[in-house]
């Protein structure tokens, strides 16, 4: 029934992880926040939480571990933003295993019985302790984060620091720094992946040495299709006017669905594989593309990721990152597993 909807292939997402297990020859804790990155957390989860090469969870918050516990996910959940004094019950109540960045996060789980990993700041410039080491029965696992993977001199700066690290760790369970772009370096003392991005089926690199295979369709109905004269102004702004008779086809997807303004007069969608001109400017619920060549019809599908077209090309003509238009996925396109 839903004019727009986002479709997560189950098969491609299965194929992905199998890929990134068997490059890296270690399990994957999946990076699920922000609902998945726009995908679906919960539905994400329940495709992966029975693969055996999913060792856990990663979501942002504490919130966003606690619906997942609330959906039935059992695999262990990793808060990677830490934890703050009040979200402590929570972590308490649903199993939730914070990663500590701050000594206030350290004091917030004083005297709690729960296991956690420890985060250091090699180089990234956000979260992590700077050279402070603990000793601490509680710690399962050490974490560090790369700021810039395609940059192999720092990045390899950044992996020696973590690896002098760890020389203070050595009975931590899990040991992790790789995310989708940082599995190219394939250090040998980490114990797990930590990635979202390429299980979603986006390549993090130009020159990516996995096989990884687009996961995620989305498609919109056509609304309206229609023949308008030369000379005719398309949407608000008429920032584009026809140069011919143009057949114009207009879609039921906006930047309020995700599709950013910015690929006004810019991207394409598609129908049955073939490119179309998206013409003048998005607007929040609607965009129009030019259908001279193709014998589209009112109700039909188009995509706007799917058929060719994935979300790391709709970000390099954007501008942005394939992680934001992801996240600006918007709440009434419909989710779906197929
Ligand atoms: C989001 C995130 C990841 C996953 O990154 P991908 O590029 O999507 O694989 C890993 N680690 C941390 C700390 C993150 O915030």
């Known amino acids: ?21 068997e490059f890296s020859g270690k399990k994957l804790i999946a990076v699920i926040k922000s609902n998945a990155y726009g995908m679906g957390a919960l539905n994400v989860a329940r495709i992966l939480e029975p693969l055996p090469q999913i060792d856990s969870f990663a979501v942002a918050c504490v919130e966003e571990g606690a619906t997942l516990r609330e959906s039935g996910i059992k695999k262990d959940i990793l808060i990677l933003g830490g934890v703050l004094r009040e979200e402590v019950d929570f ?9 500590i960045s701050d000594i206030e996060h350290l004091k917030a789980i004083e005297g709690c019985r729960l296991k956690y990993h420890i985060k250091y700041d090699t180089g990234m410039g956000r979260l992590g302790f700077m050279e402070e080491t603990f ?61 979202g991005l390429a299980i979603y089926g986006e390549k993090p690199l130009r020159d990516y040495p996995l096989k990884i295979e687009p996961a995620v369709s989305l498609r919109a109905k056509l609304l309206s299709v229609k023949e308008v004269p030369k000379g005719h102004p398309i ?78 090309d709709l970000a390099r003509l954007a501008g942005t990152i394939p992680y934001e238009l992801m996240c600006d996925v918007g709440e009434r396109v419909k989710r779906k597993v197929v």
């Open 1 to 21: 029934m839903s004019r727009a909807e986002l479709l997560v292939h189950k098969d491609k997402i299965i194929k992905n992880v199998k890929s990134l297990a």
């Open 91 to 99: 972590l308490k109540d649903y199993r939730l295993t914070p990663v």
């Open 135 to 195: 000793e601490d029965p509680r710690i399962e696992g050490v974490m560090s984060h790369l700021s810039t993977p395609a940059d192999r001199d720092f990045s390899l700066r950044q992996i020696e620091r973590f690896r002098r690290i760890l020389l203070r760790y050595p009975k931590a369970k899990k040991v992790h720094m790789e995310s989708s772009a940082g599995v190219i370096y394939r250090l040998p003392f980490t114990t797990h992946i930590r990635v």
């Open 235 to 312: 949407s608000y702004g008429k920032t584009y006017i026809t140069p011919r008779r143009t057949k114009i086809g207009i879609v039921a997807f906006g930047y309020a669905d995700g599709l950013m303004k910015s690929l006004s007069n810019k991207g394409h969608l598609l129908y049955k594989g073939k490119r179309l001109r998206i013409l003048g400017s998005i607007t929040m619920d609607m965009t129009v593309v030019e259908l001279s060549d193709v014998e589209a019809k009112v109700g039909d599908y188009l995509h706007i990721v799917g058929e060719g077209q994935n979300f790391v």
